[in-house]
């Protein structure tokens, strides 16, 4: 025990010294703030690059086996080099899909095939993944989806259309929910789950520009796409079920994922700092009364959001509702993220109005900026809303 | 966001002494803390019953924070945050919070041949309290009208203290006084009060009994008055203290006032449904898990950081959150009761009013965001 706490010590040293080594510059050019808003080549050459040098020096993808590419060790080395990256404000690592659901739904369920097909490449960024759930008709309801997959021979032929594909313009696997039988009694009998790739003849995407004017997801076009029988998870028409388990994964509910930040951090800290520069009725707003209660607040709820992820491992004191912080993770952090970026710009007095590309306006447009990507994980991944409604059902016992 | 990395200390420790307290408290409130036995006692005089008192004297809980030397079993306040947040879990109430404010603030200011005198005592079952508000309410502990001065070695108090819980049952008061222009405590016994000194008030958690003591004509030897040096330090780690046991008792109540609310969410209909499919009640439930789940980690935190520097901002954020979140949960539970919900007879107001009134003692989540503010900002 004792040894093995030293070595984490070590080992955490070891983290800090070579991420203050090799985080690289600030590019010429603005990065996206998480992997649902690389719009741009030089976003995605740049992020991949340095997503390929973390995994070439051994911090990504710790816990995983390494007979796939994974480095074996405890999760706990994992967890020095994820809070590490966030720390020292790394860029994010850009394949999340694969990294934290796909790749661990593959070693959850895959075949030995697929373990040893996948693993590698969702690590260095090699084979970027994304993922097909959503279509324009049918989101929160994902049971209904329509995109059609139908056996011909030893391929399925998909028709239909999927949306907000973050990554879609880059991918080379998708994770795709269709119905492979739309007779069902049940809507959710019906669906499939595809490891299917990307680059076939009748599939297409078209970027889609968003709310802040930038790109960063796709709809993604199925015309007569022909995929293999092979690349389906699970049996027909348990797409559902397997969808679910990705969920569980996506939202941080299921362990497993090969670590590392998908978005850049954003601390309490950072705004007191910017409310230390912000004038608010000529004087610093740090001085006002409104902001310091508001900046309490928030200091509260992010210490408590902290201190929740260390309770949820001590098992007497998370007994009554043992799944009650995992369940909440994502509703809890993202609709933080978006309030506290809405403090942000309101405590710069008029000069919170400047956007990206004002040259006087705060930390190059970041709150503003950053408040309208906030919603990324506020809706995608299952909106608060539906978050909400599943604790409730799940965790509470509420009824439908 | 970011995790805390740091691996030497972990923010939250909970050993197996802990966990065993936890449970045995549990199992130990659950059977003697009955929602009708609450009742029953809401109308007593006393407020508690006298035999479960001295099963918590059996059970060693008065001394679980007092070094063995006098008489305690010195598992430290670490250890009386479950047995809070338990009995507050199941409106327990018993002198069981007054006394350790009481024998914590003597363990801390008082000289050995004082603690000598009387910590072996609360140990056994002595029932102690505080005496430190005063009329004007306020939650400065330093702010302090009554009076002691000294004939030879006798002192003579004057003035009134408000808020002293427990007080009809108890064998020693802490009270802090002026003295020589300076805060001071001075210990006093049953015997040495007038009749007549205490007057019960009327609060809003009838759970809890209250009482007015006047001073008035009190003698006390200076020897029962703490080391002067110590006075500020020991009302410094009351304040701490009541804030970290109040925000365990809230983080119980909210625990159990929420499963109040669920059971009449899973069983009453209205428009042929169960009114828990309603989002408008099903959302503000979760918001109360969530308010409960950030109290907890803010407690056991502040519980294991409590011999550190950290102390203070933990023990205050403990509180703000614990406040907002517990008086939110109780005020829903009324609304989603409906007509029922505005009865005496639904379990709702109980937690409510006791929530309520906890946020009133050593301060409301305002006032410590006010005070966290120079401690997180500058
Ligand atoms: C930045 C971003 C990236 C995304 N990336 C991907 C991706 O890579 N792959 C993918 O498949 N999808 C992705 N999504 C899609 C995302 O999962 C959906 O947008 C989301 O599930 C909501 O579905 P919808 O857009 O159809 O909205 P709708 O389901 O139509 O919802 C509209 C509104 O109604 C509310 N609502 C709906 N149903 C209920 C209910 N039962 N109770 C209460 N409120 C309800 C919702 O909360 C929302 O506010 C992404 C979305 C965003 C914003």
Known sequence: MQENRASLEAFKAEVVAWFEANIPEQPGFLLPESFMEVGTDQQFEFLRTWQRKVYEAGYLGMSWPEAYGGGGYPQAYQDIVTSEMARQNAPFMMNTIGLNWAGPLILHMGSEDAKNRYIKGILNADDIWCQGFSEPDHGSDLGKVQTKAV??????????S?????????????ILLARTNPDTESKYAGLSFFLSPMHVPGIETRPIRKLTGEYGFTQTFFNDARIPTSCIMGNEGEGWQVAMTTLM???GAAGGQAGGISMIDLRVDDVVELAREAKRDGAPAIEDYYVREQLVRFLIEEKANQLSRVRARIPALVSERPSAIAMSGKLRTSEFRRRLCQLAIGLQGANGARFIGDSQSADAGKWPRSYLNAFSATIGGGTSQIQANIIGERVLGLPK | MSEDSNIKSAPISFNDEQVMLLDTAMSFCREKSSVAR?????????????GIWQEIVALGWTGIAIPEEFGGSELGVNALVPIAETMGRFLLTTPFISTTLASQMILQGASEEQKTRWLPGICEGLIASIAITEDEGSWDLEDIRCKAIAHEDVLHLSGSKTFVFDARKADIFVVSVMYEGMPALVVLEKDQLNENALRREVIIDETRRS?????????VKTRNMLPAGNTISTLAHLNMLANLLLSAELAGGTAAVLNVVIEYLTTRKQFDRLIGSYQSLKHPTVEILLGLESMRSLVYHAATVWDEQQREVAVRMAKAQACEAAIFAGDRAVQFHG???FTYECDAQLY??????SQLLFGDAAHHRKHLAPLLLS
Request: aromatic share 14%.
């Open chain 1, 162 to 174: 999927k949306i907000w594909t973050s990554l879609g313009s880059y991918a080379k696997y998708m």
């Open chain 2, 352 to 357: 409510l009013r006791r929530a309520l009134c």
């Open chain 2, 339 to 341: 007509g029922f919900g």
């Open chain 2, 211 to 219: 009482f007015r003591l006047t001073l008035d004509g009190v003698q």
């Open chain 1, 151 to 160: 056996l011909d021979g030893n391929e399925y032929r998909v028709n239909g």
């Open chain 1, 249 to 251: 994964f996506e939202r």
């Open chain 2, 38 to 50: 609450v009742r029953d006692l809401l109308l007593s005089d006393s407020g508690y019953d006298a």
